[in-house]
């Protein structure tokens, strides 16, 4: 698909520029440690999600070929997107709920806020909902979530690509941060738990390869 082979190379462009942008980025020091907390376990889990991204959409690429591997990928993919769901919606309640105001953390500007996050959040729960219930009962109930799941995946790739774009910099900084700070307090349960949800993801991959799935091959990617 050429979405995906678009998708593919903003990606790899942005990790090219990794490096880079992580020397010239400024961060504001916040006064609550657990907002600088939450934003290292949420690059973290950041991180293993940028690479698994680029393996689901390398299997996008050779569909159908590949549609094994996108069902082992999307299992291993639904754990982390999980943890990185729950930290950022943490982190946006206590911005909003009015946490303790010296503890804020800075927002991103107005449009990654009030566009490209929804879009990326609902885009990822129609991508993830109608990719289980095709894995699960295939067209069984029509071509509406072949549909579906293309649809929201081209949005998906947008929205993503925006938003690593977007955040890169803080980011890739808070990932290098973590890693030279490796007795700096909660690292250990931070890695903890990012390590956790990949292995649940394997975990589920796994099980999954114990259903075989009435989704059509010929059908993917059409």
């Given amino acids: 698909m050429k979405f995906a082979t678009v998708f593919l190379a903003l990606f790899l462009v942005a990790a090219a520029l990794a490096p880079l942008d992580a020397l010239h980025l400024y ?6 440690p657990s907002v600088d907390h939450n934003e290292r376990l949420t690059a ?12 689901i959409a390398l299997t996008i690429v050779q569909l159908p070929e590949q549609l094994p591997v996108h069902y082992l990928v999307g299992f291993l993919l639904i754990p982390p997107v999980a943890l990185k769901l729950a930290s950022t919606g943490y982190r946006f309640a206590r911005y909003y709920l009015g946490g303790a105001a010296g503890g804020r953390a800075d927002a991103p500007p107005a449009v990654f806020r009030f566009v490209v996050a929804p879009l990326l959040v609902g885009s990822t729960v129609v991508v993830f909902a109608s990719g289980l219930e095709l894995w699960a009962f295939g067209l069984a109930y029509g071509r509406a979530w072949t549909t579906a799941h293309t649809v929201s995946a ?3 790739v947008v929205s993503s690509s925006a938003h690593v774009m977007g955040h890169l ?16 307090r909660g690292a250990s349960v931070r890695r903890s ?14 099980a999954s390869l114990l259903y075989a799935s009435p989704f059509p091959p010929d059908a993917a990617g059409s």
Avoid at 44 to 55: E, H, K, T
Avoid at 170 to 176: F, K
């Fill in 44 to 55: 973290l889990a950041g991180a293993a999600l940028y690479v698994l991204l680029i393996a």
């Fill in 193 to 206: 738990i990012v390590v956790g949800s990949l292995v649940l993801g394997l975990a589920l991959a796994l």
């Fill in 169 to 184: 910099r803080r980011s890739a900084a808070a990932v290098i941060e973590e890693v030279r700070a490796a007795a700096a």
């Fill in 27 to 32: 961060r504001r020091r916040e006064g609550d």
């Fill in 154 to 156: 081209v949005v998906l």
